[in-house]
């Protein structure tokens, strides 16, 4: 049964210490996205890569987030350094899009608590 | 922004009864997709409908789409306690490069 995998589940960390989250993407998928949902914000766009290329990182805070796709089955999105305010879930999708349609299909999330 | 936003925020129902969740949304799209999230969980794609859909339909759901009035809606009928959990709308832009989600309905359906 194909999934997206994040790690870790879950993180609590100290501000100003660095975060990665990993995503693997289901195993076909030419596109991956990261997503962070909060109560206040809901479910906001941070960055999304196309066949590996970076094409739109503009949701991102860019002076302490990153988001890379080092291989095909490896998407990581760093936090350096973690604010109290990055505390969130934190989800990874991924989907065939093909033309003009597709579907995501979502990870777990990764829950961050900065203290 | 293209995000979508669905009213109402919560509804609570009783088992058995219909579910009506409505999205709204600002530009021009390429087709719209309803998720649905369990507490805890990542969001699962419910359906999609293009552009040039009016309706469609999946089991018990029913989405319709009104591109001149902006909006679509999202029906369950004879639903379930099963059925609780938040459902959001997901609009795409027509190079489908970004997926944007509304704030979600939060339904609630008591057994």
């Known amino acids: ?115 | 922004s293209q995000q979508g936003e669905e009213d109402p925020q919560a509804l609570s129902i009783q088992e058995g009864e219909n579910a009506t969740m409505n999205c709204s949304y600002k530009t021009s799209i390429n087709n719209l997709q309803w998720y649905r999230q369990n507490s805890g969980r990542g969001l699962v794609h419910l359906i999609l409908i293009r552009s040039n859909e009016r309706e469609k339909h999946s089991g018990r759901l029913r989405v319709t789409l009104d591109t001149s009035k902006k909006s679509s809606s999202l029906l369950i009928t004879a639903s379930r306690a099963a059925d609780t959990a938040s459902y959001f709308c997901a609009t795409a832009e027509y190079n489908f490069n970004k997926f944007y989600f509304g704030s979600g309905t939060k339904l609630n359906v008591k057994p």
């Open chain 1, 1 to 115: 049964d194909a999934r997206v995998t994040q790690t870790p589940r879950h993180k609590v960390t100290e501000m100003g210490q660095e975060v990665t989250m990993r995503c693997q993407p289901i195993l076909g998928h030419n596109t991956v996205f990261w997503y962070r949902q909060t109560m206040m914000q809901g479910l906001e766009l941070l960055a999304y890569f196309r066949n590996r290329a970076p094409l739109d990182d503009s949701g991102m805070p860019k002076d302490r987030f990153s988001a890379e796709m080092p291989d095909a089955t490896l998407a990581t999105l760093k936090i350096q350094p973690s604010e109290p305010r990055d505390s969130a879930v934190y989800f990874c999708a991924s989907g065939l899009f093909e033309g003009n349609t597709g579907e995501l299909f979502f990870g777990e999330g990764s829950r961050l608590t900065v203290l």
